[in-house]
């Protein structure tokens, strides 16, 4: 069963092939409907969790004897679920773009939203490793093609160094793990160091620099699809993080989790926050929202892999409406409120469950200071998202009604996807979270009404109104720092800025297989 969303989409993919030289609206519809179906068959699917679908193409067995397996489970469900449905909702948008898209495209976006399917649906080490080289190479063969085997975009080279980082820092983990006496199972718990990095290269798997702009350099046109260029990794690495943490943190780890995830959440948050530049300040939001997650991971019995998952399908779902999505009719308005409303811990959504995990676990723990440092750092997200999303309804450049309605359409399924999520985990709510929920509710409005008030020059002035040091404001020791580590991610993805740089990369990645096998035995 597991196999028929997979099939879907690689009919779909194979029937616009065949009819590429058709006219392009055929191969918007045949698109639109395979993910649809897709969709519908993996929700569908919900109801038979856990399921699993393992097979082994490694020869000789004696040798590779861990299979390739994929599972759909309460971690991985929401993942893929919001996975199909955001590329159906960017090619349900697309004619409001009014851009028209080659059938080339339409095909390499397909096989992108495959492999990402699939590396969401990894269920050990070996097909992590595999997915992820696979989706990386697919996007650097895209690249070198576009560019005629002459990459020189800085950017693009330093994302697939971080990418290629957090493939080596995965191995790394499972070293660790099978030397402490672990396995390389995600059914098996980790230690504790093993956990920290695969928490850092699920990281590195984040949007740290937004490439969407640069897409062009893969030959992409529509900045939607472009858009899946950053949240189709962070979707995979979110995964493997949940799949991890679905045992529950090791001793050992509990305050390191809870130190990176305040300072995460707090400086990202207040940074978001203040920042009056929308385009730079979505990194801010990404890692606010992951602070959050891991801070609250740390705290009571709820899985921590189901909240990590949760906290997938907020980062993409609200980036989502932050690349792309605008607000062209008057209820079009109701998507930002809504999504703000899950930001801030609405019942009934994926947020609604971290409200009650902080409601319930870390108020009955007496960690009063811990919820207050959330309910700030929730309500300043909340803030500066309502703030980058919520405006004024802009003219339509297509005014055909089909155009409109298959817009409308998009939203919709944006905000159905998160709600029957929310239906199909049963995430319940307390008194208390509805009170948490509605604190952090009063505090946004009241913070964002404040700020409209004056015209938002608070925010732009703060830095200088409060005097940060200079240390802080533009982080200059530590900024030396970082750009340190950027030239080597640059450095190690210039690897591959060749015509050699393709048979590099499959030889990592079987030596990567080979080495897994050896540690296997």
Not at 155 to 174: E, P, T, Y
Not at 294 to 315: E, H
Not at 368 to 373: K, P, R, V
Not at 491 to 514: D, N, Y
Request: aromatic residues 12%; charged residues 15%; contains cysteine.
């Amino acid at each position: 069963m597991l196999l028929l969303p997979i099939l879907l989409l690689l009919t779909a993919t194979l029937l616009i092939w065949i009819l590429r030289k058709r006219h392009l609206r055929i191969h918007w519809f045949l698109a639109s409907l395979g993910i649809l179906l897709a969709w519908v068959a993996t929700f569908i699917l919900g109801d038979q969790l856990p399921i699993e679908l393992k097979f082994s193409i490694w020869k000789p067995e004696s040798l590779f004897s861990t299979p390739l397996l994929f599972t759909l489970d309460e971690i991985t469900w929401p993942l893929a679920m919001t996975c199909l449905a955001i590329l159906l909702v960017i090619s349900l948008t697309l004619p409001s773009r009014d851009i028209v898209i080659p059938a080339g495209e339409r095909i390499t976006t397909l096989i992108y939203l495959f492999l990402t399917f699939s590396a969401v649906l990894a269920g050990n080490i070996l097909s992590v490793l595999t997915t992820w080289m696979l989706m990386d190479i697919f996007i650097f063969a895209l690249s070198m093609r576009a560019s005629k085997y002459n990459v020189e975009d800085p950017l693009l080279m330093f994302w697939f160094g971080k990418n290629l980082i957090s493939v080596f820092l995965l191995i790394i983990a499972a070293i660790l793990n099978i030397s402490g006496g672990g396995t390389h199972h995600f059914e098996d718990p980790m230690i504790g160091a093993s956990v920290v990095i695969v928490s850092l290269s699920s990281l590195l798997r984040m949007p740290i620099h937004s490439i969407s702009k640069h897409g062009k350099q893969i030959g992409w046109s529509d900045v939607g699809n472009r858009t899946t260029l950053d949240i189709f990794p962070a979707l995979s690495g979110m995964s493997v993080l949940g799949h991890v943490l679905k045992n529950g943190l090791p001793n050992d780890v509990f305050l390191w989790f809870r130190l990176i995830g305040g300072i995460y959440l707090a400086y990202y948050a207040i940074k978001y926050f203040i920042s009056k530049k929308t385009e730079v300040s979505r990194l801010e939001f990404y890692l606010g929202v992951f602070g959050l997650g891991i801070l609250v991971t740390s705290y009571g019995s709820i899985s921590g892999g189901i909240l990590i998952s949760t906290v997938g399908v907020m980062i993409v779902s609200l980036s989502t409406t932050m690349e792309f999505i605008k607000i062209h009719e008057g209820w079009h308005s109701f998507i930002p409120i809504l999504f703000t409303g899950m930001l801030a811990g609405l019942p009934g959504t994926p947020g609604g469950l971290l409200s009650l995990r902080i409601a319930d676990e870390i108020l009955n723990s007496g960690a009063i200071g811990i919820a207050i440092l959330v309910w700030i750092g929730m309500s300043f997200l909340a803030v500066g998202y309502l703030k980058s999303t919520f405006k004024a309804p802009i003219d339509w450049r297509n005014s055909e009604n089909l155009t409109r309605i298959s817009y409308s359409v998009g939203l919709m399924l944006l905000v159905a996807n998160t709600i029957l999520i929310s239906i199909q985990l049963n995430h319940e709510f307390t008194f208390r979270s509805m009170i948490y929920f509605i604190s952090v509710g009063l505090t946004t409005g009241f913070l964002y009404t404040i700020l409209n008030k004056l015209h938002f020059k608070f925010r732009g002035d703060f830095i200088e109104r409060v005097r940060i040091p200079r240390w802080m404001s533009e982080f200059s020791p530590l900024r030396r720092v970082a750009q340190s580590f950027m030239e080597i991610f640059y450095g190690i993805g210039r690897i591959f800025e060749s015509e050699t740089g393709m048979l590099w990369a499959f030889v990592i990645l079987q030596l990567l297989i080979i080495a897994l096998g050896k540690l296997n035995q």
